[in-house]
């Protein structure tokens, strides 16, 4: 009997650090976000009031989840608020609406710096020679779970919703990219079918954004994407939640692997972008 009791309390001493946490996440999961919160959503998110209501019940649920699980750390004495922690957890949770996700399971700490931060980078000179240097960094995701954020830039990208540039979605989108083993622009599809047709696609957008920035031309995305085919993807994902409209024009194949991947259409959310201004007759002077 004495034996039976003592392989029990083993057993138990085994799948209690499995059990427990799994006890607390559905105890935290049945209590709603607090409204409170949700105003900041509404405030930092200027498309969240535009998602259907399955949409927002889900962003809520999965912003509880990711309040729960992740550890906000400021750093050079930032103290992390509420509308830091709901602002960068709202942004990230919007890249896995409508999507089995266990919302970001290898992260568990989120950096947060008041402004850039300064990150030490090897460079490689002529000859092999590598020397230490610095680099001024807006964000930054790791591959030992930690994501590196400055709330000025987090906040910029929340102000502006439609110039195409948002650090959360963009470090979030690395997070999901080294889901597949190693950040490459080719995240988890789940089907190995697709990777040949997502690999085509993307190759074509990745090479057109390389040309327009070696000729220094305009471009619907940030020519940050020509670095590799992970910022690629990073930047494509800006864009497409940012600038959906002008990314379905000029770039409809990749448009439409991202409709796949992220099972979610921005434009629903918001309203189409005006119509760029005419150009002035030829010989016409502004202020005459």
């Excluded at 230490?132 to 919703?161: I, T």
């Excluded at 948002?166 to 599809?189: I, K």
């Excluded at 471009?219 to 690629?232: I, L, Q, R, S």
């Amino acid at each position: 009997m004495e034996a039976l009791i003592w392989i029990g309390l083993s057993a138990l001493a085994i799948a209690l650090p499995f059990i427990y946490p799994r006890w607390r996440l559905r105890r935290v999961l049945a209590r709603p976000l607090p409204p409170e919160a949700e105003d900041i959503l509404r405030r930092n998110i200027p498309v969240y009031s535009g998602m259907p209501a399955d949409l927002q019940q889900q962003l809520r649920r999965m912003v509880v989840q990711f309040l729960h699980q992740k550890k906000f750390v400021g750093c050079e004495g930032l103290e992390v608020t509420d509308e830091m922690a709901v602002t960068i957890a709202g942004q990230a949770c919007m890249l896995l609406l409508n999507r089995p996700s266990k919302v970001y399971p290898a992260l568990h700490t989120i950096l947060l710096y008041p402004t850039e931060f300064v990150a030490q980078r090897a460079e490689v000179g002529p000859g092999g020679v590598v020397t230490p240097g610095r680099q001024s960094m807006l964000g930054e995701s790791w591959d030992d779970g930690r994501v590196v954020l400055s709330w000025d830039d987090v906040r910029r990208g929340a102000g502006d919703w439609t110039d195409g540039h948002n650090v959360v979605l963009h470090e979030f989108a690395h997070q999901l990219d080294s889901e597949s083993g190693r950040a490459n622009g080719a995240p988890y599809l789940g089907n190995p079918a697709s990777y040949s047709e997502w690999s085509e696609v993307l190759s074509r957008a990745y090479q057109n954004l390389r040309w327009h920035a070696m000729y220094r031309q305009p471009a619907v995305m940030d020519h940050y994407g020509a670095t590799n085919p992970a910022e690629f993807f990073a930047v494509a994902t800006e864009t497409f939640y940012e600038k959906p409209y002008q990314m379905a024009e000029h770039y409809p194949e990749l448009f439409a692997e991202f409709l796949k991947y992220y099972r979610v259409d921005p434009r629903e959310w918001m309203s189409p972008p005006p119509p760029p201004s005419p150009e002035p007759p030829l010989g016409y002077a502004h202020g005459w």
